[in-house]
């Protein structure tokens, strides 16, 4: 991972200093918020006296999660559920399992739930939770009794009305099945609007896995109308093959793109006719991994940066475009699936490079969007069709993104700055109906 060099001010004038949590890890995640945050505030007009909140964090839970492991052991595990923002409607936003996952990265992409909420005008505020473990290394009992006491440590912040959670990287319908028993053990009654992503025989939405991927493309179809890019005729480079990556690379090459390089962890494979994508997505499923693809040439890792390709969708971890990679970046466009891929420094040479990124924070929205029609649908226990729940998405998608493009023009900014400029004017504004408590 790269670090930006860009200083984070940790007193902001008139305030009090921030509390040293949020001082921590400058250069991480957290940190490319908080400059994100900074580029948006002098287009905020007079709410931008509000936008101290956007730096702050509104509560955080950090949690032990002891098990039992198989061979008899306790192993403690750290967990963490953060609400960043609540001004517009209960926390929102997934849950992460990775053995790297951290207090202030899980902090940043609360925040990043907040704005992406607010951008497709949801009424959500964000929120985001992650258990510091590698679930590949866990059985599947032990997996299930680590989702259960981090849901018991979490469940006094969480619930239908409170902070609803979802999956996120290394977490899927399973682990929501379980999260949702668990507090509905714990409360006394089945609660199914607790999470969403759940099994559709639990109350999950059609339409909620592929969701995702599918916001991805839509919105990348609507971008490469404003920069005349041929959608059948590109060539498309997808990082991280899970979720978001898989579904979006499978509808860009059902409309007849090449999607020539894909990267996972089992690293890196390439084919310039385009690779059989359907027959990569069962690969994947049987061996977990890219790698061992037999239709494909294998590439280093590094020189996925410098593939020839139109389409650029990182859709794996944060700050993976940085100052090292982003003057090697072939693409015309970028489309964010993952959270925070890219850094503030990569956004200005890529802004300079004159290449096109549509932000994660409207780019990978269509997941909590069909997440919010499931929490609907739950509510009124009335269940809509897959194609009902894909054209509300689908409209929802494109309208917002409509919108986020004229603004841009507008204030001649870049579609990051532009996306935050609308959706912190909506948070701020509800911030300043509600008012402060004396
Ligand atoms: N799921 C959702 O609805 C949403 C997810 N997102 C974001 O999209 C991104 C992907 O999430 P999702 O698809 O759900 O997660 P998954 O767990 O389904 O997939 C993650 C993918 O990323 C790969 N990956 C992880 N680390 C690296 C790395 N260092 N280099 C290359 N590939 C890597 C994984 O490979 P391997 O399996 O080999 O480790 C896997 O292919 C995350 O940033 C997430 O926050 C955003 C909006 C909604
Ligand atoms: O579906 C949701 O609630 C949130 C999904 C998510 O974690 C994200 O958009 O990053």
Not at 122 to 138: E, I, Q
Not at 222 to 234: C, V, Y
Not at 408 to 416: C, E, G, M, T, Y
């Amino acid at each position: 991972m790269s670090h930006a060099s860009a200083p984070v001010t940790a007193v902001t004038p008139g305030s009090h200093p921030l509390p040293s949590y949020l001082q921590a890890d400058n250069l991480g995640p957290w940190g490319n918020y908080l400059q994100q945050v900074d580029r948006v505030i002098p287009h905020l007009g007079s709410l931008a006296r509000w936008a101290e909140t956007l730096k702050r964090p509104k509560r955080i839970l950090v949690v032990d999660v002891p098990i039992h492991m198989d061979d008899g052991t306790v192993a403690h595990f750290e967990g963490y559920r953060v609400q960043h923002n609540v001004s517009r409607g209960p926390g929102k936003g997934g849950v992460r399992f990775h053995q790297d996952v951290t207090l202030s990265e899980v902090m940043a992409l609360s925040a990043w739930m907040s704005i992406k909420n607010a951008a497709v005008n949801v009424p959500y505020g964000g929120a985001k939770g992650g258990v510091r473990v590698d679930p590949k290394t866990l059985s599947r009992g032990e997996l299930e009794r680590v989702t259960r006491r981090y849901t018991s440590e979490i469940g006094i912040i969480i619930g239908p009305n409170k902070d609803i959670p979802a999956p996120d990287v290394n977490t899927n319908e399973q682990i929501m099945a379980w999260m949702m028993d668990t507090y509905s053990m714990n409360t006394g009654s089945t609660a199914t609007g607790v999470v969403t992503g759940k099994p559709v025989d639990l109350g999950g939405s059609l339409g909620r896995r592929e969701a995702t991927g599918r916001g991805v493309f839509t919105v990348g179809v609507e971008a490469a109308k404003h920069i005349e890019l041929d959608i059948p005729t590109a060539r498309v480079a997808v990082q991280g093959f899970g979720n978001v990556g898989g579904v979006a690379g499978k509808l860009f090459a059902e409309a007849g793109a090449r999607v020539v390089a894909v990267q996972d962890h089992g690293g890196t494979i390439y084919r310039e006719a385009g690779l059989d994508v359907p027959a990569l997505l069962r690969h994947v499923a049987e061996t977990g991994s890219v790698g061992g693809f037999a239709q494909a040439e294998v590439i280093a890792n590094d020189k996925f940066w410098d593939v020839d390709c139109d389409i650029l969708i990182p859709a794996a971890l944060e700050q993976q475009i940085t100052k090292d990679n982003a003057g090697r970046i072939k693409a015309r466009m970028i489309i964010e699936g993952a959270n925070g891929p890219t850094t503030p420094e990569a956004d200005d040479i890529l802004q300079e490079r004159n290449v096109l990124v549509l932000p994660d924070v409207i780019a990978n929205a269509g997941g909590v969007t069909v997440s919010y029609f499931e929490w609907v649908q739950d509510f009124s226990s009335f269940f809509w069709d897959e194609a009902e729940i894909n054209a509300r998405l689908v409209r929802i998608m494109k309208e917002a993104f409509a919108g986020v493009w004229l603004v841009a023009q507008d204030h001649k900014v870049s579609l990051r700055t532009a996306t935050f400029i609308v959706a912190c004017k909506r948070i701020l504004h509800t911030r300043e109906l509600r008012g402060l408590y004396p």
